[in-house]
């Protein structure tokens, strides 16, 4: 691994300047299927489909279901709320012609001046007989030569199309729709399950198109994001409507296992030093099939031109910037050492145990008892019989839950209070503060954490205070750090 060094103080960049998936991003929003459907008992909250688009040396996130975030380094995002707040699953941005532009699945065209909006909704896609049309999980990309095409697709076994647009008028379509390729069951990946066992079943959705270095990179979602086999794939062309060939080199993103699963309809976009990343769903699906998160990781180009992205993290990652060459390694080498351990807990609901916060599992969680005013859980790092040895860690994420969400009952998150401390000696039992939010006032549904590297052998995380009208719960609660 070769670091970028920081000149100027000679020091290599240093704990604070990672990531950790899932993003830390704030003001998760309730899943749009939450209100659309009055019959759903329970209400979650939801990111997915993230479109980026690189302006003005920010990068704009824009997500299923809120709008949108801001970053400039990829590890402190802002919210910015846009109007219209949200139109539609999984939108796509795009800069043209000093204008901003928004779509999404079965919406008409919005455009504005800024990034941030107002968008203005300037009427329905028109093919090239005039005759409205409704794309879903559409993509719009402009090339360099100003040429700006549409690609769509998300259907049960079904393809991606393409067709190019007037650049003086993007609302319609100049070629008829064109497939461009279509599910292909040969390839295992694509099929339908969590173990892709149903191979007449499929979605394939979620085209994303990218180019470098004169070949075009049109990437796609298959076997549908309720699965942890939910991956991205991709075929190449020298032309942006093809004919494009899958690539050898697939599918370019795929995890089933651990934390971070299911992970596919995103983007592709530059970073900083020539550098690529790719922004994905990966699936939580703890109260709804729809029930997601965002992660993001290097991209990179092989030998053969291939597009792919080594692997989905859950571990601490160096941010854009740091890593040279972060598509080959990115890891700071931290590493998980909570899961699975000696725990203990202030309360605990009947088959909500605290084992769940620790078993590296979004689908499960923890859940006190209503009346705990200050629920806490403490794990022990280290084998007890060898109370000699120390963990040195640096770095914490916690997944939080809302188990009784409910707008109409009055049940609204809120930020949520707390600290992490850590015991340097299990006998003297002496806790040292850590991350301090016990005045937090900020809504971090997701929350990562880092903190000056220290010695430990049992760590715990204390809520300080919450809303007194929904409880609260832990999907996830992990140190990173490393055995000394």
């Known amino acids: 691994m070769r670091l970028n060094i ?37 209400e979650w909250r939801e990111l997915a489909d993230p479109s980026v688009l690189y302006y003005d040396n920010k990068w704009y996130l824009y997500p299923s279901s809120e709008l949108a975030y801001i970053t400039r380094d990829f590890v402190h995002w802002e919210h910015h709320r846009v109007e219209p707040n949200d139109i539609g699953y999984a939108p796509t941005a795009l800069y043209h012609d000093k204008q901003f532009y928004l779509l999404a699945c079965g919406s008409h065209l919005y455009r504005s001046d800024s990034p941030l ?25 402009a090339d360099d030569d100003n040429s700006v095409y549409l690609y769509w697709g998300c259907s049960i076994c079904g393809g991606i199309y393409g067709a190019q647009l007037d650049p003086k008028d993007l609302r319609q379509l100049v070629t008829d729709r064109k497939t461009l390729f279509k599910y292909n069951p040969d ?61 050898k080199r697939n599918p370019i993103l795929r995890n089933a296992t ?72 990115n890891s700071t080498g931290l590493l998980p050492v909570t899961v699975n351990k000696v725990y203990h807990v202030s309360t605990e609901k009947d088959g909500r145990s605290g084992q769940y916060a620790i078993d590296n599992n979004l689908r499960t969680f923890w859940e006190p008892e209503l009346d705990d005013e200050n629920p806490w859980i403490e794990v022990e790092l280290t084998n007890r019989p060898r109370r000699h040895y120390f963990f040195e860690v640096s770095a914490g994420r916690i997944c939080w839950i809302e188990p009784n ?29 850590v991350v301090d939010k016990t005045d937090n006032n900020k809504d971090m549904f997701i929350d990562y954490q880092t903190f000056s590297p220290i010695r ?27 055995a000394i």
């Not at 896609?125 to 999980?137: A, F, P, V, Y």
């Not at 409910?406 to 040292?432: D, M, S, T």
């Not at 760590?459 to 140190?479: E, Y």
Request: glycine share 10%; aromatic share 12%; net charge positive.
């Open 117 to 141: 909006g107002p968008f203005k909704d300037i009427g329905s896609l028109l093919d090239t007989n005039g005759k409205e049309i409704q794309t879903l999980d559409p993509m719009l990309f």
């Open 456 to 482: 430990a052998q049992k760590v715990r995380l204390i809520v300080t205070a919450r809303s007194t009208h929904i409880n609260v719960g832990i999907s996830d609660f992990t140190v990173f750090g490393k």
């Open 187 to 247: 390839h295992r990946w694509e099929r339908f399950g969590d173990f892709n066992e149903d191979k007449n079943t499929s979605f394939i959705e979620g085209p994303w198109m990218f180019k470098h270095n004169n070949t075009y990179y049109l990437t796609y979602a298959a076997g549908g994001t309720t699965w942890k086999t939910y991956a991205m794939g991709c075929y190449k062309s020298e032309k942006p409507l093809g004919p494009f060939i899958y690539q």
């Open 6 to 42: 920081d000149r100027k103080n000679n020091n290599p960049f240093t704990i604070e300047n990672t990531y950790c998936n899932p993003l830390p991003i704030p003001d998760y929003p309730r899943g749009r299927l939450c209100w659309e459907s009055e019959d759903l008992r329970r």
């Open 405 to 433: 969400l409910n707008h109409k009952k009055g049940n609204i998150a809120r930020p949520i209070k707390y600290k992490i401390e850590v015991c340097q000696n299990l006998e003297k039992n002496h806790w040292r503060v």
């Open 258 to 329: 651990g934390l971070v699963n299911g992970t596919a309809h995103g983007c592709i976009v530059g970073g900083p030093g020539n550098t690529i990343w790719a922004f994905y769903t990966c699936s939580a699906r703890i109260t709804h099939g729809f029930e997601r998160r965002i992660g993001m990781d290097p991209a990179g180009i092989d030998e053969n031109g291939d597009l792919y992205v080594k692997e989905a993290t859950e571990t601490p990652q160096w941010a854009p910037g740091i890593v040279v060459d972060p598509e080959k390694t």
